[in-house]
């Protein structure tokens, strides 16, 4: 049993969304500091086992096969150098670290089998251990969680409807059922979304319905703004509004009290203030490190300023465990 709700209307939602914006934050603060302490925050690192090449058409990524991108790609690392990268996030503060691949699914054989290590050696040292390899069935989720994955990442991007004009080699159908496997698993789930991919408000709020909809609620919700990139499909995309960006995610708080909110890829270009608006708004979670999977991400000492001046204390790998 637990006290989240799961049944949210579209029009619901969009009466939060559409609040008077001090009055939306405010709210979404309320509900945040019922289920967590003020300031603290979850920092995640990134490090890419494989890079590029993938076969999959996300109109987003850099990483696709087909798009001519200017990406350094890389087969599948060895543990041992992931391992390095692993602990010197440790060293840097990270409670979490997410291995993602340019995998359209995870095959079974020598990689995945050289994934379980990697999994096993990494979550071995106290750090929360995610992977987002792409499609998975139930028996590799097991693996994984037997080798001791804490979470998986797998977001479900958008609406329905958006994702097939952003995809075409899968559905939506298929990131739900991997997101099932994950949770038969027994594994936790990290699954959220890009904003500006084209897509309508009403399209973001139906991906936060869908999110909600979820029983449990996935424990991680990453709320990414696209970084376009060169030779990508939407590389000429805008940048989303700081005004919708703080919006979603005050929604997205009030929806999932429970769920870490983590501002995603897209911090780059973000102002002090503008970050400062959205850890206001509910987001406590980030992404640190100064690449995320392919593309930059602000520089390690830039965010230990800002967490110094906003007064944002990291959780532990410990803390964490205790909080699900
Ligand atoms: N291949 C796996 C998959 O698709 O699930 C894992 C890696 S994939 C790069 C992980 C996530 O990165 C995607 O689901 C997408 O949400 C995000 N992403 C990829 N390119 C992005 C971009 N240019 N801007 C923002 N987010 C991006
Ligand atoms: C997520 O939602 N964002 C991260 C992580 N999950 C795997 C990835 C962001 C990737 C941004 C583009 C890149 O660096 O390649
Ligand atoms: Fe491949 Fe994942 Fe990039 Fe899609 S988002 S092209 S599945 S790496």
Redesign the pocket.
């Known amino acids: 049993m637990n006290n989240q709700k799961h049944n949210w209307t579209l029009e619901g939602i969009t009466s939060l969304y559409n609040r008077p914006f001090l009055d939306l934050v405010r709210l979404a603060q309320d509900v945040h500091l019922r289920h967590f302490k003020l300031g603290e925050i979850q920092v995640s690192s990134l490090i890419s086992i494989k890079t590029g090449g993938?076969p999959?058409d996300?109109s987003?990524?850099?990483?696709a096969a087909r798009y001519h991108t200017d990406i350094e790609k890389h087969s599948l690392m060895k543990a041992e150098q992931v391992m390095e990268l692993a602990l010197r996030a440790k060293a840097q503060g990270a409670s979490r670290v997410c291995l993602?691949?340019?995998?359209?699914e995870v095959k079974d054989g020598s990689d995945f089998d050289r994934v379980v290590d990697m999994v096993k050696l990494i979550s071995n040292e106290g750090l929360q251990v995610c992977c987002?390899?792409?499609m998975m069935n139930e028996n590799q989720a097991i693996r994984l969680k037997e080798a001791g994955l804490y979470a998986y990442?797998?977001?479900i991007?958008t609406s329905e409807e958006h994702y097939s004009k952003v995809i075409s080699t899968r559905s939506y159908g298929d990131r739900l059922e991997t997101i099932n496997n994950v949770r038969k698993a027994g594994v936790t789930v990290c699954s959220?979304?890009?904003l500006g991919l084209g897509e309508t408000i009403d399209d973001r709020l139906k991906m936060l319905q869908n999110l909600s909809a979820m029983n449990p609620h996935p424990e991680s919700v990453?709320i990414?703004?696209?970084?376009?990139?060169k030779g990508?499909p939407?590389e000429n995309q805008g940048a989303v509004d700081i005004e919708e960006l703080v919006r979603m995610i005050a929604t997205a708080r009030i929806l999932m009290p429970t769920s870490f909110i983590r501002l995603?890829?897209?911090r780059l270009g973000r102002s002090l203030s503008e970050q400062t608006l959205c850890f206001m708004a509910g987001a406590n979670s980030v992404f640190s490190g100064e690449k995320?999977?392919t593309?930059m991400n602000p520089a390690e000492d830039i965010d230990e300023k800002m967490f110094v001046t906003l007064g944002l204390t990291k959780i532990t790998p410990a803390e964490v465990h205790a909080t699900f």
């Open positions: 993938c999959e996300c987003y990524c850099p990483q993602g691949a340019a995998w359209r987002t390899l792409g990442n797998h977001n991007d959220g979304g890009i990453p990414n703004t696209l970084v376009p990139v990508t939407l995603s890829a897209g995320l999977l593309t």
